[in-house]
């Protein structure tokens, strides 16, 4: 694998039966960095996550993981190599406590000793585990419960963290909470793919940016360039033909 891209899109064509939502998507994801995807409303963000996942299955193309094709393997398998991802709503169990929610992220590993050692560490970087570990999942804030999913995915030690809109309906002091666990993740030497509609914050703390339009790759650059390309401003703030409003 010493050549081959960490994770490689290639042409990807998919979408939901009624024509497609992606239309030949192709990007690098490097090794150790952190990847934002940012994209209007409706551009395929969130499809172009399942693909990798396995929930969507392209109808063309490949997306390869250390060079293994994931096109037509199961989320499970997926889940098995390395790849987990945190989906855009919450998705805790509300009436479990916070210890159990994350125990579960550790579902395919068998050896409980290994699990213990697992939830001790993460107890360690994400202190609501701690502290709220006997209280129901339910019982914290949106942003509170955005960090236990964090910590949820950490168990399976994955390679590749992906992440859809994490800071979707934070305020801003939870907003920097989260962002910066993004940091520390990644420090813990998880690559992360992100989509983010904050998409200033997201870039600003981004190796690499990726934007997306219409089911299409439009640029991609480090965070910086993409931040200060003006055509991503006009994409943002209105006022370009490209901007296509959902539904
Ligand atoms: N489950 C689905 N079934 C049918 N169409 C869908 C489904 N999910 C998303 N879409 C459509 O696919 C397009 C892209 O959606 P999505 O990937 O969610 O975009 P984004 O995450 O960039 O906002 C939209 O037109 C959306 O309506
Ligand atoms: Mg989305």
Redesign the pocket.
């Known amino acids: 694998m010493a050549d081959a891209p960490f994770v490689h899109f290639e042409g990807v064509v998919a979408g ?1 039966g ?1 024509g497609d ?1 992606l239309k030949g998507v192709t990007f690098d994801v490097a090794y150790g960095g952190v990847t934002c995807i940012v ?1 209007p ?8 996550l399942k693909t990798v996942s396995g929930l969507v299955r392209p109808r063309l193309g490949s997306i390869t993981f250390k060079g293994q094709n994931l096109v037509g393997m199961s989320p499970r398998d997926i889940l098995r190599l390395g790849v987990v991802q945190v989906p855009q709503n919450h998705s805790l169990f509300k009436e479990m406590t916070v210890e159990q929610n994350v125990e579960l992220g550790a579902f395919l590993i068998k050896d409980r000793k290994v699990v213990a050692e697992r939830l001790r560490a993460i107890r360690e970087s994400f202190p609501i585990v701690a502290e709220r570990a006997n209280d129901k999942a339910g019982s914290l804030s949106g942003g509170q419960q955005r960090l236990v999913e964090f910590a949820r995915c950490l168990m399976l030690e994955p390679e590749l963290v992906v992440l859809d809109e994490p800071s979707m309906g934070l305020d801003p002091k939870t907003l920097r909470v989260m962002f910066n666990t993004i940091k520390m993740m990644n420090s813990l030497g998880r690559t992360v793919l992100l ?1 983010e509609q904050n998409a200033r914050q997201a870039l600003k703390m981004s190796h690499h940016g990726v934007v ?1 339009e219409n089911g299409l790759v439009r640029l991609t650059g480090t965070g910086t360039e993409v931040l200060n390309n003006p055509d991503i401003a006009a994409l943002y703030l209105g006022g370009s033909v490209s901007v296509r409003p ?2």
Do not use: I, P
């Not at 409303?41 to 172009?48: E, P, Q």
């Open positions: 939901y009624g939502v994209g409303n409706g551009s395929g963000k969130s499809t172009l989509v997306l959902v539904h």
